[in-house]
């Protein structure tokens, strides 16, 4: 993999690889000493034009794992905010000679722009409302946590598909994976043409949830009311949230975060047994390492058939502070 | 009204006795005026002296261009460029956008008042004639604002204008969002006369909207326009022109319901004309799906049925024109996310041989069909159409129907590059630009007579 722009770009092999190479890192995890020195020397640089916890966080935490030198650079205090434009930034950037640029925007495309401007490898971190294909990635590996496959699962994506990257990419990765995907939410916040684009389903009712194996509910902004999207959050929540009448026993739900609560998902099934959310934020780590990986030493570093890393991944020489 | 011939136009040539022209051996096609054949055609005094059997004609001090196995044709009349002059005389100035304009065949072309600071006064106007008459390849006229500042609320000093020599009025670029500006306008142009050309968006239903609102947008999350945000727009403005029995003249239709009602405004007798452009009859919004800015305009393109449904329209005639909206833009400007990036796309230069490869050579549009839209927006906006019949001005665009080339491989006449159909392989291209008898524009190659 050079880049990892979109899902809509990958196959099931692909995203199977991460997947087993996410596999070999969660052992790492489960280490004293949670490093290995597999990207020693090599640097990352993360770029974001946009607000982000989990990403931000998830995404750095995995490039000091694998001991790359790693630039956070966040558009308020940056030359960005003095009007650089991008390519001028990327221009700047790419003077250290990254070997990865992971970048957010608020633009769609934005990505994919970085890619034709620099060696680096890129990776979408979020690109306005296109695509968010790591989260799609770690939801994957989330669910295959879970069922082991997907293929024939039925998700349902319950909310805000209209201004949502996540349900994009999450779509069309389950899609993908042989899952049947159900986009369930208000007329105004579903595209005109999503169902012939995504392959799904759309549905404006929400009373067959019962049929779902996983709820995948969006987050529902609150200022999507004053744009006359939805009423009410009053009248969505009534409408759409999902809660412990609506979540079945054998469901799974899941979210990308942040919650509303008491919007989307009610708080007694954000903290309850079936809920995935803290499995898919620890699954973000991994799933982030495997992708820098796949970028950055898996094209040129030796593989063995099974898919397993090579021996100073499984048997890392333990490496201490830096000096 | 008389039309005008569009020598009265500004540009270099004007006032100026061109030198005597035979093209010799021309296949002379012009399907408005019934002429099909091979002829020599004899330009004398700018104008076409008449058409002899093919290497017959004789006249003193005339210069002989040779143009067997080329097809001499009307010239064409774009009556929507923007020449971004003043203001924005970095992306094009009226010599560079005049020069692209002869390069594509064109003898005569309109430009916006979409500048900045935009046309909305007699000085302007003034100013702008002046520079064309010194700088102008081909002729131009000019078009001011219908609203002071193109803010929508007053009108510009229409009548003032018209007698300093605007040809017409348009706020392109931007819709006229008052129904009551909108009216007012309609019901002073009985007095100011000069046609009223319409940029048709609702502004409430395009929103932030960057592209067609379709399958596409929805894949890529962009916020989409939707096609109504043009039709109802058009059709608001279809029954103010009625009750007030104004003409309008719709600009860059792009939708399958903008053209249903521009039809039915023709039925019910509406004065209305419109015109649709290379970009909207040849790509659809398919090509938006890699985020490539240079297939960023406004209106966006569209579906393939309603690329199908504008080439039917263009064919019957509902659609009177092509018209480029040649809108330049800096590098920069495009070089950015896709919803960042400017609208717009050049087209003078490409616009013939665009359609000529995607429309005629496959069969969907005949020659003739397409040389008469090429030049009816003269029409519209009150002048003479392009004629090959003796005594017409001598506008004529000698086409070589079998060149094959690539566009911009050899640079381009605009000052800016951001064209949709750059590195294209196109078929056909005009070789010899002839405005009111003026050599306008010769390719190099054909000027050397060297092949293509």
């Not at chain 1, 722009?5 to 004293?32: H, K, N, T």
């Not at chain 1, 970085?114 to 989330?142: C, F, M, R």
């Not at chain 2, 296949?27 to 290497?55: K, T």
């Not at chain 2, 860059?252 to 509406?270: C, F, N, Q, T, Y």
Request: aromatic share 4%; charged share 25%.
């Amino acid at each position: 993999m050079r880049h990892l722009l979109a899902i809509e770009d990958l196959d099931r092999a692909q995203i199977e690889r991460v997947m087993e190479r996410a596999d070999s890192f969660a052992e790492v995890g489960r280490r004293d000493i949670k490093k290995v020195p597999t990207l020693r020397g090599r640097t990352v640089v993360s770029l974001f034009y946009e607000a982000s916890t989990r990403t931000s966080a998830s995404f750095e935490l995995a490039a000091k794992r694998l001991s790359a030198d790693l630039i956070s650079i966040k558009a308020a205090g940056s030359s960005i905010d003095k009007g650089e434009s991008l390519k001028d930034t990327i221009a700047t950037l790419s003077a250290y000679e990254p070997e990865a640029i992971i970048v957010r925007s608020p633009h769609a495309g934005a990505a994919s722009l970085v890619a034709g401007w620099t060696d680096a490898g890129v990776i979408n971190a979020g690109d306005g409302k296109h695509e968010h294909p790591s989260q799609a990635l770690l939801d994957v590996y989330t669910l295959r946590g879970r069922f082991g496959d997907i293929q024939g699962k039925r998700i349902w994506i319950v909310g805000d598909v209209l201004h949502s990257r996540v349900a994009r990419s999450c779509a069309l990765a389950f899609r993908i994976m042989g899952a049947k995907v159900t986009l369930c939410g208000p007329p105004t916040l579903i595209p005109r043409g999503a169902a012939a684009a995504l392959d799904c389903d759309v549905t404006h009712q929400i009373d067959s949830i019962g049929e779902a194996d996983v709820i995948y509910a969006l987050r529902m902004q609150n200022e999507r009311m004053s744009e006359s999207f939805v009423p009410s959050i009053r009248e969505y929540a009534m409408r759409f949230q999902v809660n412990s009448r609506r979540l079945g026993q054998r469901q799974l739900l899941m979210h990308p975060g942040p919650v509303n609560r008491g919007v989307e998902l009610s708080g007694e099934v954000i903290d309850g047994p079936n809920s995935l959310i803290a499995d898919q934020v620890k699954s973000g780590l991994v799933v982030r390492m495997a992708i820098l990986y796949e970028l950055m030493a898996g094209g040129d570093k030796p593989r063995s058939a099974t898919g397993v890393v090579e021996p100073e991944l499984t048997a890392p020489t333990p490496i201490g502070e830096p000096a | 009204m008389t039309d005008r011939p569009i020598s009265s136009l500004d540009w270099r040539g004007a006032g100026q006795r061109p030198r005597d022209l035979i093209l010799r051996e021309a296949s002379v096609l012009d399907p408005r005026a019934g002429i099909d054949a091979q002829h020599d055609i004899v330009i004398r005094d700018g104008r076409i002296a008449g058409l002899a059997s093919p290497g017959s004609a004789e006249l003193d001090g005339a210069e002989v261009i040779e143009a067997g196995g080329l097809t001499a044709v009307p010239a064409f009349f774009d009556p929507h460029v923007h020449l971004r002059t003043p203001g924005r005389e970095d992306k094009e100035d009226i010599e560079t956008g005049s020069r692209a304009a002869a390069a594509g065949g064109y003898c005569g072309i309109l430009g916006m008042a979409n500048t900045q600071p935009p046309v909305d006064t007699a000085g302007a106007i003034e100013s702008l004639r002046e520079r064309a008459g010194e700088d102008a390849c081909v002729p131009v006229g000019f078009l001011a604002t219908v609203t002071r500042g193109m803010k929508g609320d007053e009108l510009t000093d229409m009548a003032e204008l018209i007698d300093v020599g605007a040809v017409g009025f348009s706020d392109d670029g931007l819709p006229i969002r008052s129904a009551r500006v909108m009216r007012r306008a309609l019901q002073y142009q009985r007095m100011a006369g000069a046609q009223i050309a319409l940029h048709e968006e609702d502004p409430e239903l395009s929103g932030a909207g960057v592209m067609h609102e379709g399958e596409v947008s929805a894949l890529l999350g962009m916020e989409g326009v939707p096609s109504i945000s043009e039709s109802t727009m058009i059709a608001r403005d279809a029954a103010l022109a009625l009750y007030e029995d104004a003409r309008i003249h719709v600009q860059h239709l792009s939708a399958r319901e903008s053209i249903e009602v521009v039809a039915r405004a023709k039925d019910a007798g509406i004065q209305i004309t419109s015109e649709a452009t290379p970009h909207h009859l040849t790509l659809t919004d398919e090509a938006v799906r890699a985020l490539d800015s240079r297939f960023k305009m406004n209106p966006p393109l569209r579906t393939e049925d309603d690329r199908q449904a504008l080439i039917d329209a263009l064919r019957s005639g509902i659609v009177d024109c092509i018209a480029t909206d040649h809108a330049p833009h800096a590098a920069e400007e495009k070089e950015v996310p896709f919803e960042q990036a400017a609208m717009g796309v050049t087209g003078l230069e490409t616009a013939f041989a665009v359609i000529h490869t995607d429309l005629i050579v496959p069969g969907i549009l005949d020659l003739g069909t397409v040389i008469d839209r090429m030049s009816a927006g003269a029409i519209a906006f009150g002048f003479e159409l392009p004629s090959m019949s003796p005594d017409s001005e001598a506008h004529i665009a000698l086409l070589d129907l079998d060149a094959e080339w690539e566009a911009g491989a050899d640079g381009w006449e605009s000052r800016s590059h951001n064209s949709c159909f750059a590195g294209r392989k196109l078929r056909g291209r005009c070789q010899v630009t002839i405005a009111a008898g003026h050599v306008a524009f010769r390719q190099r190659s054909f000027a050397l007579g060297v092949a293509t």
